[in-house]
């Protein structure tokens, strides 16, 4: 708490030292050219008197009276011109004050003070001069603060923002881990009926997958020879599903093999070939495609629909695949799925920025 006040004292320090300089400067200035056009200054008391009066009716006015005028009816108009008023005649009733102490109480030696016409538009005249001083400095507070209000949302607002987004991604992971264990677990059923003996070895499979998918749960990215790893157990494991009947092959140019990717996504694609796909044509193996470089990533998977299901009737893992892909890679990548005499083709274009 004492920080905060000394930070907060600090910083007021600082905005009257700001004060200080700048009238200390105009002071300085308006006195050496007023005194070189006279050839002659005044006395310290003259100046002290009257620049006190000029400052009071500059803050009175900045910080008084102007506040008034951004409400809005007659009557606060009235009220306004009439505290605009009242500072006026203040500051001609200071001026006559300080007037008669410089001559009766300093004695300075100068003509006679006559409160007539030409000494009430001198002083309304510096009045008004101030006055508009101490509006300019109101209008120039009022935009700095309403500045810092509107940064302040902004930043206020990109926070909330980037909390969003985060607690999307997390909701993303979180929707695709469960579709990928639930997927699985009914091919690690399948295997169980049919290869009672390879069980292990798909629980094995099962078990990397869902280590790395925990693994990464929190990670945006990852190395794209980490989720081959991952591919390859899927491939494996729905091998063994199948009695080794697969029809499938796997085409890898990997000349950046510390590119990166957000997690799962190609897995996924992968898992869609074998829950959609019929992969027992030898006449039409299923193709899976990885290719790297410095500048970008593609991957292809092309499969022969299977006949069994409609391949449009469950899009979870291809919508939830676009959603994260628009969120990590914004104008950076390219991802198209179609279909071909029952063939499905998929390709995700990466570009890497440089």
């Known amino acids: 708490m004492s920080d905060i006040l000394s930070k907060q004292r600090l910083g007021l320090d600082k905005e009257q030292l700001i004060h200080i300089a700048c009238w200390a400067s105009f002071i300085f200035i308006e006195v050496i050219v007023a005194g070189a056009v006279k050839q002659r200054f005044s006395s310290l008391a003259y100046y002290l008197l009257f620049y006190s009066l000029n400052i009071g009716i500059f803050y009175l006015h900045g910080a008084v009276v102007m506040p008034h005028s951004k ?10 011109g009439s505290l605009i008023i009242t500072e006026l005649a203040l500051y001609v009733c200071g001026a006559v004050v300080a007037s008669i102490i410089l001559q009766d109480i300093f004695k300075q030696k100068v003509s006679p003070f006559v409160f007539n016409f030409d000494f009430i538009v001198v002083v309304l005249y510096r009045a008004l001069f101030f006055i508009a001083f101490g509006t300019g400095y109101y209008l120039l507070k009022e935009y ?14 990109e926070k909330l923002k980037s909390q969003l987004l985060v607690m999307q991604r997390d909701y ?3 929707q695709i881990n469960p579709h990928l264990l639930f997927n699985t677990l009914d091919f690690i059923k399948a295997v169980s009926k049919k290869n009672p003996e390879k069980s292990d070895e798909a629980i094995d499979c099962l078990t990397e997958i869902m280590d790395y998918a925990l693994e990464t749960s929190k990670k945006d990215s990852v190395e794209v020879a980490r989720e081959l790893e991952q591919i390859e157990y899927m491939i494996r494991l729905n091998s063994l599903r199948s009695d080794d009947r697969i029809n499938l092959k796997l085409t890898l140019q990997l000349n950046n093999e510390r590119a ?7 897995l996924t694609l992968v898992e869609n070939i074998f829950k959609h796909g019929n992969l027992l044509d030898p006449e039409n193996p299923a193709i899976i495609e990885l290719l790297t470089n410095n500048d970008s990533l593609i991957f292809r998977t092309y499969n022969l629909i299977a006949n069994t299901l409609p391949y449009q009737g469950e899009r979870t893992g291809i919508n939830n695949i676009m959603t994260r892909l628009a969120l990590a890679y914004p104008n950076n990548y390219i991802f198209t799925t179609e279909t071909r005499d029952r063939i499905f083709y998929t390709e995700l274009r990466i570009n890497y920025p440089p």
């Open 144 to 157: 700095l603060n309403r500045r810092e209000k509107e940064m302040s949302r902004s930043l206020e607002v």
């Open 260 to 266: 990166m990717i957000i997690p799962i996504v190609l």
């Open 71 to 80: 409400r809005a009816g007659f009557g606060r108009i009235a009220l306004f």
């Open 172 to 174: 993303l992971r979180a």
